[in-house]
């Protein structure tokens, strides 16, 4: 009798698991959302511009920086992702705002606009007549300006290849090193949740690995060294090429005496290789004087200052200084960081 109520017991709780998780996944599908804004929605909202947005994601920095470079106000709405904390971007309630379950959106007068490289220049198309302008008036600076962002901006969802075509697309490889050491302070419940409902489960399985094996461990891995070293050396070459823009142009941006759209690409690409320590290895290793004196400049901005340094994460703040310490400790990452 005992037996059969606990199995019965048994049937029954996995039959409530398994209901809860059909409703949770019929509540939380997710697509693939093209660039654009979405006129046939509306959501709530209580201003004109207001922004979804992490504060580590490299492309809610570019547009939080458009956004002050234009000096527009906006309501901030923070989603953690599974680095900050949590996967609030495929919770239910802000999968009612972008079912792609991506950051950033924003959303202007109640509708989304996603995509950031649509974003910031959907942006500037209603700053028109403001007085300020990130895009140049010339239509062959306006395409030299377009060759430039898109260098900086990722390619698709696949970020272990194609690492000679965009320095954005070099940049999630060599962000590794501090997902793995920030990952160590997410509870591992909150990364298996993205295994249930993230549309990529693969990242899932990623930060799960991570979490498991630690900094020690994850150096050991030949596949992940061979594609953090492809994204490193390719990125020489798309800074040697900046290093080349910024010579050619003699000026302070890279096209040329006025603060494009590019620059706040670029501003938000060089501050993630900063933070991740790897500006500092190719400064110091490679003939990029004009580069670094660049970096300069951006960092003097306040836009990089209200919009980047005075939004700080406790999470991602001890995952820097864990990686500085594993860089100078662990002979796997020192070596890494050395050019090996």
């Known amino acids: 009798m005992n037996s059969l109520a606990l199995g019965l017991g048994a049937t029954g709780f996995v039959g409530s698991l398994a209901a809860w998780y059909a409703w949770e996944r019929s509540h939380r599908k997710t697509m693939k959302m093209p660039a654009g804004i979405d006129l046939g929605r509306s959501v709530p909202h209580q201003q004109e511009f207001e922004l979804y947005q992490n504060v580590l994601s490299l492309c809610a920095r570019k547009v939080r920086i458009c956004l002050a470079e234009y000096n527009i106000p906006y309501k ?32 202007h007068n109640g509708h989304p606009v996603y995509e950031s490289d649509f974003i910031v220049n959907y942006i500037a198309d209603q700053a028109a007549g403001s007085g300020i302008s990130l895009t140049p008036a010339d239509p062959a600076k306006r395409a030299e300006m377009d060759i430039w962002i898109a260098r900086a901006s990722l390619i698709g969802e696949d970020a272990a290849r194609d690492h000679q075509i965009s320095a954005g697309q070099c940049i999630p490889p060599l962000t590794v090193p501090l997902f793995v050491a920030s990952i160590r302070y997410i509870p591992i419940s909150r990364i ?9 489960k693969e990242r899932a399985v990623f930060f799960l690995i991570f979490k498991l094996i630690g900094m020690s461990g994850v150096i050991t891995v030949p596949r992940f060294r061979a594609i953090v ?62 580069v670094n ?8 901005r306040e836009s990089y200052k209200s919009q980047i340094k005075a939004q700080p994460h406790p999470v991602i703040d001890q995952g820097i200084a864990d990686l500085r310490e594993a860089i100078s400790g662990i002979p796997g990452w020192r070596a890494l960081y050395q050019g090996s």
């Open 293 to 300: 004196a660049y970096w300069g400049r951006l960092k003097a």
């Open 229 to 290: 070293r492809s994204a490193r050396d390719a990125m020489v070459i798309h800074l040697e090429a900046l290093e080349e823009q910024l010579s050619k142009s003699s000026a302070d941006w890279i096209i040329g005496e006025q603060f494009t759209l590019a620059d706040v690409t670029w501003m938000s690409l060089l501050h993630r290789l900063e933070e991740t320590w790897w500006l500092k290895y190719f400064l110091e290793n490679h003939q990029l004087q004009r």
């Open 76 to 107: 901030s709405h923070h989603i953690d992702l599974i680095e900050t904390g949590s996967y609030e971007v495929i919770s239910r309630r802000y999968l009612t705002i972008n079912p792609g379950g991506l950051v950033p959106t924003l959303v």
């Open 192 to 200: 298996l949740e993205g295994l249930l409902f993230h549309r990529l």
